[in-house]
């Protein structure tokens, strides 16, 4: 009898340790809403900047897998045409994304250099990060890094709290990436307003 109850119990341990370890898939379905404004502000005019397509510039393990919490592999479908979607739909009070720029108009190249999620002891950390070439229509490069990140309390252990996680840093990214837009576009543009805005 004890012998019985000792295989049950080993049984039982087995399929816990297993649900423990196996990997979380995450479904990703919807990114996280840019907050597109588009409103100009006192009469100003709204510049349309034309986003072109992702580059991934993470490491080659990154792309095989996006994390590992508590000993779990986090998995997931290609973040990239994700992440495309929510920057397509990008905006501020100063301009609007498109899927291409105008001749002479403004263009951005995102990349993305990190996309993972881990853990220390209880807790969960996630990771975003994009950079930006913002090129202005009077030429140059601007270059900058955003970071979005969360770190919280592994109450579950499931794919929907990673999730999760990954849309408050991925709106981190978007609120900071509108804002330093928004700046630009205005410090380019002048009291005048230049000639390479135009109307949205």
Partial sequence: ?????????????????GACTSPMNLALMEPPDPGSRSVSRAGGKVVSIGFLSIEDLRPEFSKQSIGLVQGRAVKGPDVLPWIGRALGGLGGTRFSATPAAGPGGWTVKPALRQFYAGSLTVSKTVNVV??????????????????????AVDWWNTSGEIEQSFHEAFSGCLRQMAADLDLLVETASGPNEAAHTKDN
Wanted: hydrophobic share 45%; charged share 15%; aromatic share 6%.
């Fill in 130 to 151: 994009l950079e930006l070439e913002i090129r202005p229509p009077t030429g140059g490069t601007v270059t900058r890094v955003y970071r979005g990140s969360i770190t």
């Fill in 1 to 17: 009898m004890r012998g019985l109850v000792c295989g049950v119990a080993g049984m039982a341990g087995a399929l816990f340790l």
